[in-house]
């Protein structure tokens, strides 16, 4: 059996928005549960952070998470997150809990004229 790949929808607060990301969870969970049970879902897991809300999907097959995103309650929903425009985000893998940027610290190339040559005799 193949192991399910995960898809992320996360749904960011919207800074002028009616209603909180955590409200439109609420109001469109149960739908997209039975959507994900009748349309083959693997699992399915719900985030709360203090940013928004992340909903995370497993399927098997990538041709099912296509069509389940196509579903027209499913582009209802996510047609309907409180910031259409910037508010929604959707990602293969797990997505919402990677933490903070950290950029990397430049390291000095390595080089060949670095390297102590011998003196000349």
Not at 37 to 45: E, L, S, Y
Not at 72 to 90: F, H, K, M, N
């Amino acid at each position: 059996m193949k192991a399910a790949d995960w898809w992320s929808i996360e749904i960011l607060d919207a800074e002028h928005a009616v209603i909180p990301a955590a409200s439109w969870r609420d109001a469109y969970a149960q739908t997209l549960a039975e959507s994900l049970v009748t349309n083959g879902a693997a699992g399915w897991k719900w985030f709360e952070h203090s940013w928004g809300v992340v909903l995370e999907v497993a399927f098997t097959k990538e041709r099912d998470w296509l069509l389940w995103k196509s579903l027209p309650g499913t582009q209802a929903a996510l047609d309907a997150v409180p910031d259409p425009l910037s508010g929604l985000l959707i990602h293969r893998g797990h997505g919402g809990a990677s933490g903070t940027y950290v950029p990397r610290v430049p390291r000095i190339a390595p080089a060949a004229d670095r390297v102590a040559l011998p003196e000349p005799s």
